[in-house]
């Protein structure tokens, strides 16, 4: 066994196996992979194995399509042919109509990967699968590259593949410990020596947690039992003369699919169990759990009444194995939060389908840095620390529950909450108000009318326009309030902190004392890596002379990761998060200036205090930091209070806009205006592959500055030209916003992307951002958006419809 490597990946189930092979395939040969017992041991060798091309983004069909084209190009391997039914065709079926809506844009979203799904009605699902019922269906979406694969064949090739490049596969050879040293680079012990290596990879599948407790990290990871059942041999299927395509039923809570001449039936019953909550077996090897079919005994009605030809079907064989599941359903692909050189590729609970594109991207960002798509819906760093197994378990329930019916816009499903909230959450809540959840925080989404107003869920406007509508029309006429929570802050101090910036940052940094600017950090090919204001907060009995960084709330674990990594060794630059400690009260609108006066001591007019200041004060009695700057496109303060006075303050400047008709407003509107302003987004607008040129920020960067991170990546780029271009677009369409995927068509081509979308109540426009193709980036273009299966006209306009020219914010 080598006892020096460039990697050593740890589990040898598809996660592994496949990151193995793409590491060679990246450059990386040199790299080892080792499994406690035989490869596909885990929960691989029981997969049901089936490999679609459906994803809830554009991330996840690309990496579902890597996946069907490598195991494609394996299955044709002439020298080690597997086992690959590829292109049997799959349909997900709906009996609703807005389940169908959702199918009409997960296939405008996936052409824009090239992939071509279908939306089919009853009797068309019927036809392709003639062993369905089309009673209580309206029709389904039809994925014609659908599929099934043997797992174990598949894991052999990669990793025979793998050795062929020059890596080394080390079986029965359990992991022990692990040990990272002062240069971050890691030694593996096992139970058959140890191995130093640069990188380590966490591909443990439901033992994660066994390996995260030796770099002494915890996954939010949790398992449920999963049955499925292998028919006796069916006379519609063998003398059907094709095979059965794929089925998945939200509708009855199964799937099936071929399996000889019967079929495999799958069932996500709603009486489901968690697994391995209170530690695993060592000696769960290649084991099932008990079969319970009691359980699914609902789940088999339901499949019975679809597919009539089950209730003349012997069992074959049970199958009772635990999968695995993250808070939101997605894997953690990537870098372990708060450890260098370390990854994991875990929690994937359709994992043959989608390995091979995950396995793919971790090879990227290990030995590139980055991916070739935004990995953010994948990335460990999305969850901070509220994720524990126990909500995990909770959510992994729900999820499971739900495992064929997809989140509408606007959908928080009620599993797992409140996980994160602030003094005021009771209150706001007494007031009406309705939340949505931001990286666990529960934050207001809208006000309610009465107790007992609810939004449908659909991909068109809801019964909350108006609503949203009167919040708006309430900050530009006079004053409202909101409270954002969760925004990530972090305070940088010592000698060093603006050169540090200056470094980060590929714009200017704000130096001066009392004054706040924006920026963007770049990763070392030039793409978006972070959005941040940078604060600088003067010397007082609150702390020395700082900065504030400020971000997104969901960018906590990854802004901080990125911060600390690029520390210099020598530099005077300490970093420490008030993220949890702090929450911002929004004061805007044209009044907010009256009722900050009435509140606050001080001279708070726009030559004392103009845009882009920033001041501590006492908001009445309790102490604030506010700063001039506005997401709204209006006059506004944001009010930075400690947790344990945000009460006080709430109820100092509820009191003081008494007299000039306060309201409260939530995320809702704050996206109406933001887009009205064309603000951005970050992982929405804002994603790694594109540049600064291309996502329209050129005046945030500043090339003669003689260092800052993925300088000379982007000139090289600039030189180069864009690919892409954002722009901002106006819909002729009333009844519904556009949705982040969907695609532009020109001449039949797809020509770009929806990043983002929402009605301007100010300006009364359906507004989106989306990038395009630069020769049709001019204003005044126009294009067509398939919007939800609707072909909407579509105009470039100039950005910032409302208030071009910030006269309104500078008040």
Known sequence: ??????????????????????????????????????????????????????????????????SIRLYKELAEDPDYPINYHHGDGGIRLANTEAQMQGYRHFASMARGMDVHFEVIDAQECARRHPLISTENLIGGLWDPLDGDIDPAQLCQALARRARKAGAE??????????????????????EHGDIDCDVVVNACGYRVNEVGAMMGVHHPVASMEHQYFLTEEIPAIRDAGHRMPLLRCPISDYYCRQEKNGLLLGFYEQNCKTWGMDGIDPNFVNALC??????????????FARMPALMEAGVHTVVNGPITYTIDGAPLVGPIPGKRNAFCIIGLRAGLGEGGGHGWLLAQQIVHGEACYDTWCLDPRRFTGHANVELTA?????????????????????????????????????????FTVINGWERVDYIKPSPEFTHALSFDFDETFDLVAAEVASVQAGVGLAEVNGFNRIE??????????????????TRKTGRVGLGYLLNHHGMIKAEATVANLPASDRGPERVWYGSAAASEFHDMDWLTRHIRAGEDVQLRSLTNDQTILILAGPKSRDVLSTCARG??????????????????????????????GELAYEIHVPNASLYAAYLALRQAGEAHGLNL??????????????????????????????????????????????????????????????VALQLQATDQPAHPGASLIQDGQV???????????????????AFVNPALAEVGTEIDLDSCGQIVRATIIPPSPYDPGFDRVKA
Request: charged share 20%; aromatic share 10%; net charge negative.
């Open 1 to 66: 066994m080598k006892s020096r490597t460039k990697a050593v990946v740890i589990g040898g189930g598809i996660a592994g196996c496949s990151t193995l092979y793409h590491l060679t395939q990246e450059g990386w040969t040199d790299v080892v992979l080792v499994e406690r017992n035989e490869l596909t041991s885990g929960t691989t060798w029981h997969s049901a194995a089936q490999v679609t091309n459906f994803g809830m983004n554009q991330t996840m069909v690309g990496l579902k399509s890597h």
């Open 169 to 190: 596969v080390y079986r029965n050879t359990p992991v022990t410990a692990l040990t990272q040293h002062s240069d971050d680079t890691w030694t593996v012990h096992t």
């Open 290 to 303: 008990p079969d319970d079919l009691d359980r699914v005994t609902d789940v088999l009605e339901g499949a």
């Open 394 to 434: 909770l959510k992994a329930i729900e999820d499971y529950q739900n495992e064929f019916r997809f989140h509408f816009p606007h959908e928080h499903r009620p599993a797992g909450r409140p996980a994160k909230t602030t003094p005021l959450t009771p209150v706001l809540a007494a007031e009406g108000a309705e």
């Open 492 to 509: 940088i101090t010592g000698a060093d902190r603006h050169s540090f910036l200056d470094r980060m940052l590929c714009g200017t940094v």
């Open 603 to 632: 001279d708070w007019s726009a030559q004392a205090f103009p845009w882009l200041s920033l001041r501590e004060c006492y908001v009445g009695f309790a102490p604030a930091t506010v700063m001039a700057v506005s997401f709204s």
């Open 665 to 726: 407003f939530g995320a809702r509107a704050v996206e109406s205006m933001r887009m009205e302003k064309s603000f951005l987004h970050w992982k929405a607008d804002l994603i790694t592959e594109f540049d600064p040129f291309e996502t329209g920020l050129e005046r945030f960067v500043k090339l003669d500055k003689s260092d800052f991170i993925g300088r000379d990546a982007l000139l090289k780029r600039q030189s180069d030209g864009p690919r892409k271009k954002l």
């Open 751 to 769: 020509v770009g992307t929806v990043t983002s979308g929402a009605w301007g109540h100010r300006v009364g426009l359906n507004l989106a951002h």
